[in-house]
T-cell receptor, first 112, second 114 residues
Framework: GNSVTQMEGPVTLSEEAFLTINCTYTATGYPSLFWYVQYPGEGLQLLLKATKADDKGSNKGFEATYRKETTSFHLEKGSVQVSDSAVYFCALLYSSASKIIFGSGTRLSIRP | EAGVAQSPRYKIIEKRQSVAFWCNPISGHATLYWYQQILGQGPKLLIQFQNNGVVDDSQLPKDRFSAERLKGVDSTLKIQPAKLEDSAVYLC????????????FGEGSWLTVV
């Protein structure tokens, strides 16, 4: 079946460090892939997305590339800020059912 | 453009009581979802509507949870009677449907059952 696996957290980094949060997926067909972010006390916000192989999604300095050969969609940012502290969820959408499946989330904490 | 609206934002009830959550999706969005997010976990789909019809309710605990979307717009999720393990954030989301099917979430309704 379809599933998403994320690296476990929490991840703690110093400000301006390089960030990678790993995400791999299992899916039949060609899903769309997403990263959502959840700040404390808030709902989920779409961070970026990619709808086909080799697409790169980007937003607010974050990037992720849809890699079909490795079934991965790793999230990266070159220089993190304290305001990036949040929980990050990788997700896949199989369009035939308009259904989205989430990973378990990775908590990111950035030290000043 | 207004986002997905949910109310109430916070609710504390005793076990065996009932509670109802309301959601108004983004205008024009045919698909509406209710997710349950337990602390420290990813969201779990409870029910998915397409207009006013149910597409998937396979993970909805039907002995205590119910949801409706009578006019194909706003929706209500009810829990009766509540259990301690129902303490969670209940997220409503909506999408247009179709191939590029980005799902937009509300801020959630935070339920504590004591």
């Amino acid at each position: 079946g379809n599933s998403v696996t994320q690296m476990e957290g929490p991840v703690t980094l110093s400000e301006e460090a390089f960030l990678t949060i790993n995400c791999t997926y299992t899916a039949t067909g060609y899903p769309s892939l997403f990263w959502y972010v959840q700040y404390p006390g808030e709902g989920l916000q779409l961070l970026l997305k990619a709808t086909k192989a080799d697409d790169k999604g980007s937003n607010k300095g974050f990037e992720a590339t849809y890699r079909k050969e490795t079934t991965s969609f790793h999230l990266e940012k070159g220089s993190v800020q304290v305001s990036d502290s949040a929980v990050y969820f990788c997700a896949l959408l199989y369009s035939s059912a308009s259904k989205i499946i989430f990973g378990s989330g990775t908590r990111l904490s950035i030290r000043p | 453009e207004a986002g997905v609206a949910q109310s109430p934002r916070y609710k504390i009830i005793e076990k065996r009581q009932s509670v109802a959550f309301w959601c108004n999706p983004i205008s024009g969005h045919a698909t509406l979802y209710w997710y349950q997010q337990i602390l420290g976990q990813g969201p779990k789909l409870l029910i998915q509507f397409q207009n006013n019809g149910v597409v998937d309710d396979s993970q909805l605990p039907k002995d205590r949870f119910s949801a409706e979307r009578l006019k194909g717009v706003d929706s209500t999720l009810k829990i009766q009677p509540a259990k301690l393990e129902d303490s969670a954030v209940y997220l409503c989301a909506s999408s247009l449907g179709g191939f590029e099917n980005t799902i937009y979430f509300g801020e959630g309704s935070w339920l504590t059952v004591v």
